[in-house]
């Protein structure tokens, strides 16, 4: 599922050519994707047709158009693309969602899974997802506030990582490689970090994230692109995560995948030990 990176490249590439486009057309071809919309696929094409987005905004893994002061959020789930088109463009399989731009050009919406949607909220164009802490690229982001919410929890470090109550944005390939490069098992109690500890292992995950930014996110197969069609190329990159038995590029011992929740977690053996009493799970 994309993670903060890969939502923020989308951004970026939405903001550029769709800020000041008036949405003329709507075209919903399949209504799942709208399924949120309690007029159905009628009601989203009647709110959308003839509106202009003002700006292209992200808190997290969210995103959205601001129109006026409504917002069209939009969440990738695994495989949701944006890609912009000229309606002579052969359809790509799975295109869901079509917008007809005044330039002539069209936002097609493509989901594979539609795990992901897009969903209208009226009145809130500044922050549709308040539910959503800030990420730590939000200039309002209070680390040390973070820190002392993280510590008081009665979790373990990885499970508050991925807490988008917390700190959003993280997912589980940045979980994995902040918690590698803070020497962290998964599974350590939240508790029983001190303040520098858990202060690292989220600077680690700004780093990491802006990082896989640079080079335009995370991609494993062809389900995330930008909205030019262009694959990610920070995986080649990765310390831990999809590294199993590989050597860990710190101290060469073979990396271990281990099961977390419903999911894996990769870390290294030697460099990632639980604190002494506390064993796996706990």
Known sequence: MPELPEVEVVRRGLAQHLTGRRIDHVQILHPRPVRSHPSGADGMRQVLEGVTVDAVRRRGKYLWLALDDDALVVHLGMSGQFRFNDPGDELVRNTRVILD????????????????????EPDTADCPVPHIALDPFDEDYDESSVVDRMRAKRTTVKRALLDQRLVSGIGNIYADESLWRAKLHFDHPTQRLTVRRATDVLRH???????????????FDALYVNVNGESGYFSRTLDAYGREGLPCHRCATPMVRRQFANRSSFLCPRCQRLPRKVGPGR
């Open 205 to 219: 995950a700004r780093d990491v994230m802006g990082e896989a930014l640079e080079q335009g996110g995370t991609s």
């Open 101 to 120: 731009l005044d330039d002539g050009r069209q936002l097609r919406f493509i989901d594979q899974r539609m795990f992901g949607g897009l969903h209208w």
